[in-house]
């Protein structure tokens, strides 16, 4: 049986934002799902653009997600190969070189729209001579394209359906630029055949890419992988997230709080018509994860959801899941079960677990009434002493209401402002254990 590989492919010349990170998600969950490999694959032949600080940060927010990879490739290290294989296409006449520059090319484009043609390459290159093309690369640098077949280009895909391109009203694309840089068409070709990739799954702007390289796949082995395009997800506006549209990116939302449970399910469940499902383990979501859920519609992102849903993970966290942060922010171990049982549904992020704690360790500004100056005096002098348990803030209560004669919200209201600052937050039979300070009046 065909083992199962998929691989994400990001070029590393910005961050990671939540429209390439869907794609990272839905190939991870595939291969979780069939027991298969999954593929970092870094995409990094634009060697001014690429550089190591996004590698670096493309794997930490990778690994914070939850996404783990079989094996690391490189692009980088491997034109040797791609070389190889262009230099076989060029023998072979399916890859022909040109020499028009940009400014030649974009006058071009715009003289077929003025004209009503449609704006694809015309071939001129395949029109030189041998002698032509000497004289041409005293002057310029070159470039090669390849040689489409014009011919309708059929697959089924997992998500889109029957998919058909006319290959007749497409640019033959370009395989290496003047400047010797390979580009993704044909490098990312030869990395699916040479890694036995099974699936490519990638967003549906990439349809009439597919169809370009299901040709020269054809052309190198005679086949090619399986594809699925998914939908797109666009902003309130209907923009499509993208690094160069200053979108959401994952560091951004790491440091805003955001729960990265709260990212992938949010992910995962945009667009399949299902109810949405939260869970802060990624390849939970893999047994049921299936591609015939999901279209190719753009699909509306809205960031407060995601805010909304960050908050519900949180809460969700088993204690073994936050003891390391609750760590790092000086709780102690045997205090971390009981704290959070206490603070898990009044936190919105983590880091307001550090603030709650200082609370708890050195107290704060009290909110007082003028007229509860007395009652809150009296109040303080019957506070019971440390260690303290659930039952301490009844008795306290208890005593006060019976000292005072106060009850109900103008008993337990002006003590929760005095002690905490707040007219909200926790319940106080399980914050008041952990209150260590009290200012007296």
Partial sequence: MKKNILRFAPSPTGYLHLGNVRTAIFNFLLAKKNNGEFILRLDDTDQERS??????????????????????????????????????????????????????????????????????????????????????????????????????????????????????????????????????????????????????VRGVDHLTNTAVQIEIFKTLVGSNPEFAHHSLIVNSSGENFS????????????????????????????????????????????????????????????????YALSRVALSKLDIVDISAFMSEIGIPGEKQENFWDMARDNVQKRSELNSLWNLCQKGTTPLMLSEDKDFIRLAISLLPEHPRDEKSWKLWTDKVKETTGRSGKDLYMPLRMYLTGSKKGPDMHKLFPFLEKAKKL
């Fill in 51 to 200: 550089n190591q600080h996004y590698i670096d940060q493309i794997k930490y927010d990778l690994e914070w997600l939850g996404i783990c990879w079989d094996r690391v490739e490189q692009q980088s290290k491997r034109l040797d190969r791609y070389k190889d294989i262009l230099n076989c296409l060029i023998k072979n006449g399916n890859v022909y070189e040109c020499f028009e520059t940009t400014i030649e090319l974009d006058l071009k484009r715009k003289k077929q729209l003025n004209s009503g043609q449609p704006p694809i390459y015309d071939r001129q290159s395949l029109k030189l001579s041998d002698r032509d093309k000497t004289e041409l690369r005293k002057k310029v640098s070159s470039y090669f394209r390849f040689h489409l077949s014009g011919n309708k280009v059929t697959w089924k895909d997992k998500i889109a359906g029957d998919v058909e391109v006319q290959t007749n009203v497409v640019s033959d694309p370009i395989l290496i630029k003047a400047n010797g840089q390979f580009l993704y068409t044909i490098a990312s070709v030869i990395d699916d055949i040479d890694f036995k990739i099974s699936e490519v």
């Fill in 243 to 306: 690094k160069r549209a200053n979108s959401l990116s994952i560091k951004e939302l790491r440091e805003k709080g955001v729960e990265p449970g709260a990212i992938f399910s949010i992910l995962v469940n945009l667009g399949n018509g299902k109810r949405m499902e939260i869970k802060n383990d990624l390849p939970d979501f893999a047994k049921d994860f299936d591609l015939k859920a999901f279209n190719t519609s753009p699909t509306k992102f809205n960031t407060d959801d995601l």
